[in-house]
Structures are given as C-alpha cells and as structure tokens.
Antibody
C-alpha cells in the first residue's frame, strides 16, 4: 500500500520560504509522478505542481516564480519550497501520488495534509 | 488555464436519495476528468477517473459520465458516509484545475 507523509514547520513568517517534505513508502519514487496540492482554510483545492524523477516538473503558473519541487530518491522523499510567502499562502498542504493508467492521470494516494500558517 | 465550474455549490439530501453533481469545463477536455470526495479534516479521496472509471474499492453507487465539456457524478442511493464535499478536476493539461466543490449535507 502506498503511503505518504508530509512534514515541515507549521508556522512560517511572511517573506520567508515554506519548506515541506513528503516521505513515500510502498512505491518507487523514481518511477511515478508526485504532486503538491494545497487548500486554504474553508476553501477549495489548488494544484501547485508535480515532478517526475527530477527530470520533469510542471508548476502552476500562478505560483511558478516562487515554487520548486524536487526529489531525493535516496531518502524516498520529495519536497516543496515556496518562496516569499504571504498570508495568502496559509493552507493545508497535501502531497499525492499521480497514478497513471490508460493515458489518464489522477491523484490516487494522498498524505494526510499539514497546515502551514504564514504569520509573524 | 481551464476553468472548472461545479453546480450546485451545495445541496441537502436524505439517505437513499439519488444525487447528481455537474461539472463544466471551459474548453473540451475529452474524458480527462476526475472526481474526488473530501470529508472534513481529511485528504481528498479519488472516486472516478477518466470521467467514468470507478477507482478500486469505491462503491458502485457512485458513477460518472460525460465528455467534452459537460460531466456529472451520480450517487444512486445516498448513504450516511457519503456526506462530504465533492470536487471535479481536469487532467487534460497543466495546470491541473479543480472545480469549486459541491458540499452534500443532510436534509
């Protein structure tokens, strides 16, 4: 069974960098796509981006200038860095595995989510 | 970006009711449409991908249909555990985008 677990600080100061890590078990981190999705309190879901084995990344253009997603295969982890955060970046951040079948792409396994609050 | 519009944004229903949620894409996305269920305080759960393919382990009372720009999710007989928020998502192109969600609560 694929399992994902987010970790990282729950509080980040404005203008600083939000850094989260997702640890993967039960799947090969080098052969799948891995996503980050966020959800502001009481609001809907926003796709941040995904990565395939450090060779293919896609980011949401709304965040592209501030986001980096990377993979550490030795640790079976992938990471999110979001620079220059503001209060608008306060959200629950989820990591997910992008399953692929018959040409379709879908997030079939998710972490439990971690709340990151941006505040001084 | 492809905009996804769900309707209604919320609905109240009773156990046993048939419920249909619709999702419209701002351009054709063929059948690259996923549906997720999210309960309060939990991560989203994949229900359907490819517009109509049920993810393994999802009860058969859930079904999806549609292609192009218009899609629907139907719950044939609402169960107590189905009260949740439902999101559609297009995977036709990046950025992947979600609908605004439909909250299903108890009448």
């Amino acid at each position: 069974q694929v399992q994902l677990q987010e970790s990282g600080p729950g509080l980040v100061k404005p203008s600083e960098t939000l850094s989260l890590t997702c640890t993967v078990s039960g799947a090969s981190i080098s052969s799948d796509y891995w996503s980050w999705v966020r959800q502001p309190p009481g609001k809907g879901l926003e796709w941040i981006g995904y990565i395939y084995y450090n060779v293919n990344t896609h980011y949401n253009p709304s965040l592209k200038s501030r986001v980096t997603i990377s993979v550490d295969t030795s640790k079976k982890q992938f990471s999110l860095k979001l620079r220059s955060v503001t209060a608008a970046d306060t959200a629950v951040y989820y990591c997910a595995r992008e399953g692929r079948y018959s040409g379709y792409d879908f997030a079939d396994f998710w972490g439990q989510g971690t709340l990151v609050t941006v505040s001084s | 970006d492809i905009q996804m519009t769900q309707s209604p944004s919320s609905l109240s229903a009773s156990v046993g009711d048939r419920v249909t949620i619709t999702c419209r894409a701002s351009q054709s996305i063929s059948t690259y449409l996923n549906w997720y269920q999210q309960k309060v305080g939990r991560a989203p759960k994949l229900l359907i991908y490819g517009a109509s393919t049920l993810q393994g382990g999802v009860p058969s009372r859930f079904s999806g249909s549609g292609s192009g720009t218009d899609f629907s999710l139907t719950i044939s007989s609402l169960q107590p555990e189905d009260f949740a928020t439902y999101y559609c998502q297009q995977s036709y192109e990046t950025p992947l985008t979600f609908g605004g969600g439909t909250k299903v609560d108890i009448k």
